[in-house]
C-alpha cells in the first residue's frame, strides 16, 4: 500500500468514526429530550393519554428508532474493522508502532457500541415504560 492509499484510508475511518459518533450523540440527545418532555409536560403528557393511537404509534417509532441505531452503529464497527485491518502494515515505511497507533486512534471497537446501545437501550427502556404507564392509565 502506498502512502496516498494509507492516507485515503485513515481519512474513510475517520468518517467512518466521525459519522458513529455523531449518531451516538444525536440519537441520545433525542431519546433524552423527549424523556424529559415526557416527564415534564403535563399537557403532552394528557394528549397522550387521550390520543392512544397516536401513544402506540410513538411507542413503535422510539423502538423502530433504536433498532435502526444499532444497524447504524454496527454497521460503522464492521466497516471500520474491515478498513483498518485492510492495511499491509509491511509495505508501509512508517514502524509497525507508529501505524498501530494510527489505525487504533481512527477504529471503533466493539466494546463502543456495546456500550452505546447499553446506554441509549437504558433511555429507550425508561421512555417506553413511561409510554406504557399513560397507556395503562387511560385503559383503567
Not at 484510508?9 to 440527545?29: D, F, L, P, R
Not at 474493522?81 to 485492510?86: I, P
Not at 471503533?108 to 392509565?137: A, C, D, E, H, R
Request: proline share 2%.
Amino acid at each position: 500500500m502506498e502512502v496516498e492509499a494509507f492516507k485515503l484510508t485513515i481519512e474513510a475511518a475517520k468518517h467512518i468514526q466521525s459519522v458513529y459518533i455523531n449518531n451516538v450523540w444525536t440519537t441520545m440527545g433525542s431519546y433524552l429530550v423527549a424523556f424529559g418532555w415526557l416527564l415534564t409536560s403535563v399537557e403532552a403528557r394528557s394528549y397522550l393519554e387521550k390520543h392512544q393511537k397516536l401513544l402506540s404509534n410513538i411507542i413503535k417509532v422510539v423502538l423502530c428508532i433504536y433498532v435502526i441505531h444499532a444497524l447504524v452503529l454496527i454497521d460503522a464497527c464492521i466497516n471500520s474493522y474491515k478498513l483498518l485491518n485492510g492495511i499491509p502494515v509491511e509495505k508501509l515505511t512508517a514502524t509497525t508502532d507508529h501505524i498501530k497507533t494510527i489505525v487504533n486512534l481512527y477504529s471503533i471497537p466493539l466494546y463502543w457500541p456495546v456500550v452505546s446501545l447499553f446506554i441509549n437501550g437504558s433511555i429507550v427502556f425508561l421512555l417506553t415504560q413511561k409510554l406504557k404507564q399513560l397507556k395503562v392509565k387511560k385503559e383503567t
